[in-house]
């Protein structure tokens, strides 16, 4: 089944214990990014990466930090939390890849994070 | 501010009644696309309209996009208890896919 995995789906820590969530798709997507979710503010994008080895930032990348070393993964790490970063984090994946329009997004079921 | 904005922030129709919600945008785009998202759960893609479309269906979906305007609109027809959630347009503009903030639909048996 073609399907975005994230994990965990639920993770609470507390503030400066560097944390990591995984994101893996089984689709052959070159293209994946993450988002957080706050209430009355939306999805915004955090970090994206166009290919392996091709990360960019997004809107609100401060705090974070993500790898693309092989195609199917694209973990978030959180090197030291803080309350602020407390969200609902979604993984999404596409056929997107260089200059091309963005096609529909794969989303992943989401990681709520709460840091004490 | 956000370059899609949903219209209205919360809706609540009766179940076999039509849903209308409404997205507008400031820039120019390549595509515009509508999610739908269960409470707290992953957004699903439900339709993508190209920028040189007027109208687009899908099943109970039909969707309007009007580039002079710069606004599109999701309709549900016949809504059924099961279409309960929130729906977020998305816009594709300048690379970049923005999200808005949704429309918080209620169908009530």
């Known amino acids: 089944e073609a399907q975005v995995t994230q994990n965990p789906r639920y993770l609470i820590t507390v503030t400066g214990k560097k944390l990591t969530v995984t994101c893996s798709q089984n689709?052959?997507?070159?293209?994946m990014s993450w988002y957080r979710q706050d209430p009355g503010l939306g999805l915004r994008q955090i970090y994206y990466s166009m290919n392996v080895e091709v990360t960019d930032k997004g809107d609100v990348p401060e705090g974070y930090k993500v790898s693309r070393k092989e195609k199917r993964n694209f973990p978030l790490i959180l090197e030291s939390p803080s309350p602020n970063q407390t969200s609902l984090y979604f993984c999404?994946?596409?056929?997107?890849?260089?200059?091309?329009?963005?096609?529909?997004?794969?989303f992943g079921s989401g990681t709520q994070l709460s840091v004490l | 501010s956000q370059q899609g904005e949903e219209d209205p922030q919360a809706l609540s129709i009766q179940e076999g009644e039509n849903a209308t919600m409404n997205c507008s945008y400031k820039t120019s785009i390549n595509n515009l696309q509508w999610y739908r998202q269960n409470s707290g759960r992953g957004l699903v893609h439900l339709i993508l309209?190209?920028?040189?479309?007027r109208e687009k269906h899908s099943g109970r979906l039909r969707v309007t996009l009007d580039t002079s305007k710069k606004s599109s609109s999701l309709l549900i027809t016949a809504s059924r208890a099961a279409d309960t959630a929130s729906y977020f347009c998305a816009t594709d503009a300048a690379g970049k896919l923005i999200f808005g903030q949704g429309t918080e639909l209620s169908v009530k048996p």
């Open positions: 309209i190209r920028s040189n479309e």
């Open positions: 689709m052959n997507h070159e293209y």
């Open positions: 999404a994946s596409s056929l997107r890849y260089r200059d091309r329009n963005n096609e529909k997004l794969f």
